[in-house]
């Protein structure tokens, strides 16, 4: 384990700094999973350190909190930002995609058996990595964004406890897209090396599919799924109107990126989001004890236009916005 002891220092830099309690600070040398502990540390750590300049959020730790809740934060403090996971997220990713999912029926079902081929991985590792990246860079987004409410923890409960602000739904709006952002420019590296840069509809098409399936399954696995749909409500947006939205801009983005390398997409953006969910549905059949992939496309289609209403009416919010994660992403990226 390369990295234990620079996370077991940084974290004690942190209890010294009065930002977490020493006792919170997870040692996962000797847990279940340590090596992937170890490497998400590495990983996550040095994205950080190499955004500093680009989006001013110096310095920053990943953190893991000895926790067993399946929760994530973000925050200032102290002059310090941190990422914290906590244990329970972490331990609830790696059992769910890299012991229990299996994609098999599903790539069979929808005949993607020559792409999976061509992976240098499990396609279950893919999908997982795609659910911990969005952890990642959704937090970094509440980093970037240097609200206000930064400074107390910006915890990411899925059931979106607490009373209703427009300001942090938009806030959680604008860290998804943030993160679904990194999560296609590391789709992309991934199909470059892998597809040799060759895309056909039928490759694109995967990994849409994976990418949005991964986002399915890792929102729908939690609390607020079984909350009966809302709009202004709670913290957090419906896991459903999260869901929609994040396919919806990925989609949008993927096809942008693609115009731009001078590939045109032939097929329908419904379409792809339609196989996502037939892709969902299989695999998640012994996943769940109740069938929550149903249920999420029974709210999309009986309530599609006013899911619909909701995300545009927070993007209109976000326009113009300097302040938010997703116009310091595009700042970037012009520059
Ligand atoms: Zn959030």
Same mark, same amino acid.
């Given at each position: @384990? %390369? =990295?234990?002891?620079?996370?077991? $220092?940084?974290?004690?830099?942190?209890?010294?700094?009065?930002? /977490?309690?020493?006792?919170?600070?997870?040692?996962?040398?000797?847990?279940?999973? $340590? %090596?992937?502990?170890?490497?998400?540390? +590495?990983?996550?750590?040095?994205?950080?350190? !190499?955004?500093?300049?680009?989006?001013?959020?110096?310095?920053?730790?990943?953190?893991?909190?000895?926790?067993?809740?399946?929760?994530? &934060? $973000? #925050?200032?403090? !102290?002059?310090?930002?941190?990422?914290?996971?906590? @244990? +329970?997220?972490?331990?609830?990713?790696?059992?769910?995609?890299?012991?229990?999912?299996?994609?098999?029926? +599903?790539?069979?079902?929808?005949?993607?058996?020559?792409?999976? #081929?061509?992976?240098?991985?499990?396609?279950?590792?893919?999908?997982?990595?795609?659910?911990?990246?969005?952890?990642? &860079?959704?937090?970094? +987004?509440?980093?970037?964004?240097?609200?206000?409410?930064?400074?107390?923890?910006?915890?990411?409960?899925?059931?979106?406890?607490?009373?209703?602000?427009?300001?942090?739904?938009?806030?959680?709006?604008?860290?998804?897209?943030?993160? $679904?952002?990194?999560?296609?420019? =590391?789709?992309?590296? &991934?199909?470059?090396?892998?597809?040799?840069?060759?895309?056909?509809?039928?490759?694109?098409?995967?990994? *849409?599919?994976?990418?949005?399936?991964?986002?399915?399954?890792?929102?729908?696995?939690?609390?607020?799924?079984? *909350?009966?749909?809302?709009?202004? #409500?709670?913290?957090?947006?419906?896991?459903?109107?999260?869901?929609?939205?994040?396919?919806?801009?990925?989609?949008?983005?993927?096809?942008? /990126?693609?115009?731009?390398?001078?590939?045109?997409?032939?097929?329908?953006?419904?379409?792809?989001?339609?196989?996502?969910?037939?892709?969902?549905?299989?695999?998640?059949?012994?996943?769940?004890?109740?069938?929550?992939?149903?249920?999420?496309?029974?709210?999309?289609?009986?309530?599609?236009?006013?899911?619909?209403?909701?995300?545009?009416? *927070?993007?209109?919010?976000?326009?113009?916005?300097?302040?938010?994660?997703?116009?310091?992403?595009?700042?970037?990226?012009?520059?």
């Amino acid at each position: @384990m %390369e =990295h234990i002891e620079q996370y077991l $220092a940084k974290s004690k830099r942190l209890a010294d700094l009065k930002i /977490v309690d020493q006792q919170s600070i997870f040692d996962y040398s000797d847990a279940k999973f $340590a %090596e992937e502990y170890d490497a998400n540390y +590495g990983f996550y750590q040095k994205n950080l350190e !190499n955004a500093y300049d680009k989006y001013l959020i110096e310095p920053a730790s990943v953190f893991y909190r000895s926790s067993f809740s399946i929760n994530a &934060y $973000a #925050e200032k403090s !102290n002059e310090n930002y941190v990422i914290c996971f906590h @244990m +329970g997220l972490m331990h609830y990713l790696f059992e769910t995609f890299l012991e229990k999912l299996d994609c098999s029926k +599903g790539v069979c079902e929808l005949n993607y058996e020559e792409e999976v #081929e061509l992976l240098d991985n499990p396609l279950e590792i893919i999908m997982y990595q795609v659910c911990v990246h969005f952890t990642f &860079y959704h937090e970094m +987004g509440h980093l970037v964004q240097k609200s206000d409410s930064l400074k107390s923890k910006l915890y990411e409960s899925l059931s979106g406890e607490g009373n209703f602000n427009i300001e942090r739904h938009i806030l959680e709006l604008d860290a998804d897209e943030f993160s $679904a952002r990194f999560i296609c420019n =590391h789709m992309f590296l &991934y199909g470059d090396r892998v597809f040799n840069e060759d895309y056909s509809d039928k490759r694109i098409e995967f990994m *849409l599919v994976y990418v949005c399936s991964s986002i399915l399954i890792y929102m729908l696995s939690f609390g607020g799924r079984n *909350l009966p749909l809302y709009y202004k #409500e709670r913290t957090h947006p419906h896991p459903v109107i999260r869901v929609m939205s994040f396919i919806t801009m990925t989609v949008i983005y993927v096809v942008d /990126v693609l115009k731009q390398r001078g590939i045109e997409l032939n097929t329908e953006p419904k379409s792809i989001v339609d196989k996502a969910l037939i892709f969902t549905n299989i695999v998640t059949e012994n996943l769940y004890e109740e069938d929550p992939i149903e249920k999420f496309i029974h709210e999309k289609d009986e309530h599609q236009a006013e899911i619909v209403a909701y995300i545009l009416e *927070l993007k209109a919010l976000r326009e113009n916005r300097n302040d938010l994660a997703l116009s310091k992403y595009d700042q970037t990226v012009k520059n």
